[in-house]
């Protein structure tokens, strides 16, 4: 598994030791090269970090599903009316307003 973790680290650094390559590709292959010589301990601070959100990620998901299920909930019902005819009805209050105040 080679992580978003590691890559992102990695390519900080390689940006750093080769300023002037501009290839998405050498950044890479050199990262997956690398990923593979790694050894598991120096593997698992990046695959912990990826479990951890793998976990809070269908956490999410499950609680996302659950809500979909359920359907809308009263206070998530929307109003029939646009935004721009909210902002409309917001815009004709305060102008009322100000025409008494000219006069």
Do not use: I
Not at 14 to 25: M, R
Not at 49 to 77: L, T
Request: proline share 3%.
């Amino acid at each position: 598994m080679f992580t978003s973790y590691y890559r992102e680290e990695f390519r900080e650094q390689y940006k750093k030791d080769h300023p002037k390559n501009k290839s998405v590709a050498a950044v890479g292959k050199a990262g997956g090269d690398k990923w593979k010589s790694l050894s598991e301990a120096e593997k698992a601070p990046y695959v912990a970090k990826a479990e951890k959100r793998k976990v809070e990620y269908e956490k999410n998901m499950k609680a996302y599903n659950k809500r979909q299920a359920e359907g809308p909930k009263d206070e998530d019902v929307e109003s029939d009316k646009s935004v721009s005819e909210v902002n409309d009805e917001d815009d004709d209050e305060e102008g009322s307003g100000d025409e008494e105040d000219d006069e």
